[in-house]
């Protein structure tokens, strides 16, 4: 489902679905680094791979949000006339072991 048409029934009728895909997954700071939340516009041009080495190059969410979205919209303006909303949100996951060594330094 397109995030902007959870619960909206009547973009059902133009083919979107209104219910929202939920996935569980419970976090492993092992392995989880961060998580991003983005619309259908990043997703358009951008394999789940290419985001994943986008955001793993920036030291902050937003300046992960920002590289990915610039990225997003560069490609959208090589492809097409016109551009689909581009929006992220980018969660950083750290143990509280790494942000207490950040601290010290």
């Known amino acids: ?36 939340i983005a619309s259908d516009g990043v997703w358009e041009f951008i394999s789940s791979t290419e985001a994943v080495i986008i955001v793993s190059t920036q030291n902050t969410p937003q300046l992960a949000a920002e590289q990915l979205c610039q990225e997003a919209l560069k490609r959208w303006r090589a492809e097409e006339q016109v551009c689909d909303d ?7 996951f750290h143990k509280k072991e790494e942000e207490a060594a950040k601290a010290a330094e």
Do not use: P, Q, Y
């Open 1 to 36: 489902a397109m995030s902007r048409s959870i619960g909206d029934s009547i973009a059902h009728a133009a083919g979107c679905s209104e219910e929202a895909e939920v996935e569980v997954h419970s976090l492993n700071l092992s392995t989880d680094k961060f998580m991003i």
């Open 86 to 92: 581009i929006t992220a949100v980018i969660v950083f």
